[in-house]
């Protein structure tokens, strides 16, 4: 079957660095994607990785190791409005995506 | 970056009565749309793949009779919750793939449906 992990909640102090590990076991692989979600609304595109490595974009980094089956989402110099569910999605073979359960993320003062 | 509508927001009805939500893409032709439901602190599930001018995929477990898909253009998917009852009170989000931007999904901001 397919697989996605991630943890089911986080909490960081503003100001702080936090990093949302996801780890995947799916049938093929053709690009992985973080997602933000805040409460009541839909998800909102945050990165794209295919390729291994550290993509960076502002405060948030995202990186990837397609041999380890494991992506990571850094966020830096957390603000109270990053609260919110960070959800990691696979594509896979057939070119679906498949959705991780989210990471809801809390930050406190 | 490309933009998704989705009709109505948010949507109170009647149990037994039936519910359309419509989801367009307003600057760009999307040949696959995707129904979601999300209900409260759970994450995304993929009720059913919209492909124009086909019918749609349902994923297992969603009654296809009971939701039905109509992908009739490029730019517009509709759901309709057929005899709606309360245990359908969710948060429907649709998303659509533009061809030309890899595989990224472009949500819509989600319709709250309540069943009373």
């Known amino acids: 079957g397919q697989n996605i992990d991630q943890p089911t909640e986080m909490t960081a102090t503003e100001g702080a660095i936090v990093q949302i590990n996801c780890t995947y076991q799916?049938?093929?692989?053709?690009?992985l994607f973080w997602y933000q979600q805040h409460a009541g609304e839909a998800p909102t595109f945050l990165s794209y990785?295919?390729l291994d490595g550290l993509e960076e974009k502002g405060r948030f980094s995202s990186f990837l190791s397609r041999s380890k089956g494991y992506s990571y989402l850094l966020l830096k110099e957390l603000q109270m409005k990053d609260s919110a569910s960070y959800l990691c999605?696979?594509?896979?073979?057939?070119?679906?995506?498949?959705w991780g359960a989210g990471t809801k993320l809390i930050i406190k003062p | 970056g490309a933009v998704v509508s989705q009709h109505p927001s948010w949507v109170i009805c009647k149990s037994g009565t039936s519910v359309k939500i419509e989801c367009r893409s307003l600057?760009?032709?999307?040949?696959?749309m995707f129904w979601y439901r999300q209900f409260p602190k759970q994450s995304l599930m993929l009720m059913a793949t919209?492909?124009?001018?086909?019918?749609?995929?349902?994923e297992q477990g969603v009654e296809k009779d009971k939701f039905l898909i109509n992908h009739a253009s490029l730019t517009l998917s509709t759901l309709t919750v057929t005899s709606a009852h309360p245990e359908d009170s969710s948060f429907y989000i649709c998303?659509?793939?533009?061809?030309?931007?890899?595989?990224?999904?472009?949500f819509g901001p989600g319709t709250r449906l309540t069943v009373t």
């Open positions: 998303s659509a793939r533009d061809p030309g931007q890899d595989y990224e999904q472009y």
């Open positions: 600057d760009f032709q999307a040949t696959t």
């Open positions: 919209s492909n124009e001018g086909s019918k749609a995929t349902y």
């Open positions: 799916t049938s093929g692989f053709n690009g």
């Open positions: 990785n295919v």
């Open positions: 999605a696979v594509v896979d073979s057939n070119y679906q995506l498949i």
